[in-house]
C-alpha cells in the first residue's frame, strides 16, 4: 500500500524557520514528481510546489518563492520542504502530494493522486 | 495565473439525488483539469483527471465532462458519504497548479 506520511510541522514565531519532511512508502520515489500542497484554516487548498523526479527542476508559488525550498533524498525515500522567514499566512495544513505526470513529447500532469495526511504548521508570536 | 470559479459555491442535496458542479476557467487549459473530494479533517482524495478519467478506486457514480473552459462534476446518486467539498485543478499553465475555490455539498 502507498503512503506519504509528513513531519516536522509545529508552533514557529514569525521569521522563523522549519524544515517539514515527507517519508514515502509502496512505491519508488524517483520515478514520480513530487509536490506540496497547503490549507490554511477554513479554505482551500493552495498548491505550494512541485519538483521533477531526480530533484533536476523546481516550480514555487510566487507567494512562497524566496522563502520555500524543495527537495528531495530519492535514495532515502524522503522529500522536503524548507520553510524560511515564515509569516503568519503560512499558517496551514501541509501536505505531501504525488503527481501523476507523464514525460513523452512533453512534460504532461495530470492530477495529484496520492496524499499525506498532512504536518500542522502555526505561525504566531 | 489561470483563474477558477465553481458554481455553485453551496449545494443542498438529498441521498439519491443527482448533483452536477460545473468549473470554469479563465483561459482555455484543454482536459488538464482534476477534481478532489475533501471531507472535514482529511486530505483531498482525487476523483476524476484529465477532466473526465475516474481515478482508480473512485465509485463510478462520479464522472466528468467538459474541455477548454469549461467541465462539470456529476454525482449520479447521491449516497451518505458524498457530502463533502469538492475541488476543481487546472494542470495545464504552471506555475501555480490552481484550485478552484471549492463547493459543499451538505443536506
Known amino acids: 500500500e502507498v503512503f506519504l506520511v509528513e513531519s516536522g510541522g509545529g508552533l514557529v514565531q514569525p521569521g522563523g524557520s522549519l524544515r517539514l519532511s515527507c517519508d514515502v512508502s509502496g512505491f519508488t520515489l524517483r520515478n514520480y514528481w513530487m509536490n506540496w500542497v497547503r490549507q490554511a484554516p477554513g479554505k482551500g487548498p493552495v498548491w505550494v510546489a512541485l519538483?521533477?523526479?531526480?530533484?533536476?527542476?523546481?516550480n514555487i508559488a510566487d507567494s512562497v518563492k524566496g522563502r520555500f525550498t524543495i527537495s528531495r533524498d530519492n535514495a532515502k525515500n524522503r522529500l522536503y520542504l524548507q520553510l524560511d522567514s515564515l509569516r503568519a499566512e503560512d499558517t496551514g495544513v501541509y501536505f505531501c502530494?504525488?503527481?501523476?505526470?507523464?514525460?513523452?513529447?512533453?512534460?504532461?500532469?495530470?492530477?495529484?493522486?496520492?496524499w499525506g495526511q498532512g504536518t500542522t504548521v502555526i505561525v504566531s508570536s | 495565473d489561470i483563474q477558477l470559479t465553481q458554481s455553485p459555491s453551496f449545494l443542498s442535496a438529498s441521498v439519491g439525488d443527482r448533483v452536477t458542479i460545473t468549473c470554469r476557467a479563465s483561459q482555455d487549459i484543454n482536459i488538464y483539469l482534476a477534481w478532489y473530494q475533501q471531507q472535514p479533517g482529511k486530505a483531498p482524495r482525487l476523483l476524476i483527471y484529465a477532466a473526465s478519467a475516474l481515478h482508480t478506486g473512485v465509485p463510478s457514480r462520479f464522472s466528468g465532462s467538459g474541455s477548454g473552459t469549461e467541465f462539470t462534476l456529476t454525482i449520479s446518486s447521491l449516497q451518505p458519504e458524498d457530502f463533502a467539498t469538492y475541488y476543481c485543478q487546472q494542470l495545464n499553465f504552471y506555475p501555480p497548479f490552481t484550485f478552484g475555490p471549492g463547493t459543499t455539498v451538505d443536506v
Open positions: 502530494v504525488r503527481g501523476i505526470t507523464v514525460n513523452e513529447e512533453k512534460i504532461i500532469h495530470y492530477g495529484m493522486d496520492v
Open positions: 519538483i521533477n523526479s531526480d530533484g533536476s527542476a523546481t
